[in-house]
């Protein structure tokens, strides 16, 4: 079978020469665990500093070595674990750039095949919705009459986080995005209030005048620099869900993550700091959820797909410039074998 | 009557000479409200800022025309406000540094003079009290079992917030002050399990050490830099108050008020910016509650008097030195005329 892998260990933003492709042997089913045939791969920006040994905490993969991390939708091949059959379908975290993986006892969750399209669950009901759902429901706690300012509002996690806020009683849902292109997106099929592009000129002064009684809650997706933006265009008492600083050049150094104090108490800030991991166990709550209101049509998702494992690593470069537009999901494989 | 005012506008820490005492008529009563005879003057921190017009952006008091502001414990000399009479005891934020103080209506509190040492009410039981209880009871809401971590600890902020969050039930009170005496106060008085001087050797080591699972509530009183080592010993999901940046030097520039967004991230931090005045309608329910506490030696304080209004510039330099060791208050005039 075939994996990707990184030629060599980095320390700056992955390109496309990064990765290779190797022919290796298909690994054994795992005891408890489960042998998949892996058919949509997720790739989210995480992976950028996970490559690098910037996430978390967590080892960079082995060059030439180890698959690229990556959440996998994929149907069981062979099966160790009980209640699962050869033919289920699963989601794991565990997957990694490859067509078939072992994955262990407890690093997956079986899916409903007819809750959504399948693709769905590695966007709108994987790791991008969980956090997007955690940020809104569990720590803003978005309710009626809240005004929710959101950016990185075209990428899957802030595109779901502002139609949760609506779904969720928020009477205006503001976003942030790069481009005329992400913002008509962002108004026109997830339905935001309005949409600010940070690379048109005096766009603060645009952000201000489309949240003329200031925001209630912001979910930040971007950077420091951009919690403070949003801070600034904030009511007194905003709660604030720090959730990624994806934004942040790997090079640069802390002061892209300073946030100002004197700012946040000016403000009386709640800020709360998002890691989507400690989520994981309501995964199924919010999947119910959420696949509910996927197929009455309050929901709504975008993919930037692209067919074949082989087509990951330009796919990922365009997610790295932040030139996809809509959730960035590999077809690895057919969906019927 | 004597007014303390500056000498001329301030762009610095002001010290002793930078005061003048003036001779000025006594005010008349204000139409609904009234005339006081100031017997205790509290000095506190945010006033170094404030007549450099950096606090919560108030213009800075007049040169040679203003007086210092500061609050007030006094007795009524005058009354044209409802159910006030010649006699009754307030406390004002209004007060200001000179013997006689004209106060609007709404800009004091009655006092019960039986209900705690008059002079309390400019500390434990005055602003510097409420901030402490707000930040423990209202905004980190400790329990019991917490493991609360507040810096300043020798202060009057500091040490009430400790104090507060033992009542509350918490199981661990550990403080940081600067030099031998303070902490000594800190454990010996305050009651807090350790205190650890922040200017001696190896401190981080030793504050580690004495927060073996972490800290599970910080009250941060000093600076943002402060509430970065803070976090760093405190457990994920820590509530964290940030209250004050007394400690940040006003000709640095902005990096003293710099937090580090990641490591708010990674620790699942939750915090809050606190501005006391929002508690200003809950004062009489703490002070009530406050002083069962100091009458049962429950919550107790510690305080550098001087006696004198003339004695307010010295005090006051000492206070913007960190150099006092409890609570600055300046006795005015004597309790009983």
Redesign the interface.
């Known amino acids: 079978m075939r994996q990707i892998s990184l030629k060599a260990a980095l320390d700056r933003a992955a390109c496309a020469d990064d990765f290779a492709v190797l022919e290796i042997a298909r690994p054994a089913c795992p005891d408890g665990g489960i042998l998949v045939r892996n058919v949509h791969l997720s790739l989210d920006p995480y992976i950028g500093p996970r490559l690098r040994g910037r996430h ?1 905490g967590e080892a960079p993969p082995a060059p030439m070595l180890d698959p690229v991390p990556g959440a996998v939708v994929g149907q069981v091949a062979e099966s160790r674990s009980p209640g699962i059959v050869e033919g289920d379908w699963i989601h794991s975290m565990e997957g990694g750039w490859q067509e078939y993986s072992a994955i262990a006892a407890g690093a997956f969750r079986k899916l409903d095949p007819a809750a959504a399209p399948l693709a769905a669950h590695a966007g709108v009901l994987g790791m991008p919705g969980l956090t997007a759902w955690a940020g809104i429901t569990q720590l803003a706690k978005v309710t009626d009459g809240d005004t929710v300012l959101v950016d990185a509002a075209a990428g899957p996690v802030g595109g779901t986080a502002g139609q949760i806020a609506r779904l969720k009683g928020a009477a205006r849902v503001v976003g942030i995005a790069g481009g005329p292109q992400k913002c008509r997106l962002v108004c026109e099929t997830y339905g935001f209030d309005a949409c600010i592009d940070y690379r048109s000129d005096g766009w603060k002064d645009r952000l201000k005048e489309a949240l003329p009684d200031g925001a209630s809650v912001f979910f930040e997706n971007v ?2 620099e951009m ?1 403070m933006t949003a801070l600034s265009v904030s009511r007194p008492y905003v709660r604030g869900v ?4 994806t934004g942040a050049s790997p090079s640069a150094g ?1 002061a892209p ?19 989507v991991y ?1 989520f994981y166990p309501h995964w199924d709550v919010f999947a119910e959820e959420a696949s509910g209101w996927i197929r009455s049509g309050k929901l709504r998702f975008c993919e930037d797909r692209a067919a074949g494992l082989e087509s990951a690593p330009a796919l990922f470069e365009k997610l790295m410039r932040g030139e996809n537009v809509g959730k960035a999901v590999i077809t690895v494989s057919k969906e019927a074998p």
Do not use: E, F, T, Y
């Open positions: 978390m950077s420091a919690a720090l959730c990624g600083l802390p993550h300073a946030l100002n104090a004197g700012l946040l108490i000016g403000k009386r800030a709640q800020l709360s700091g998002l890691v400690d």
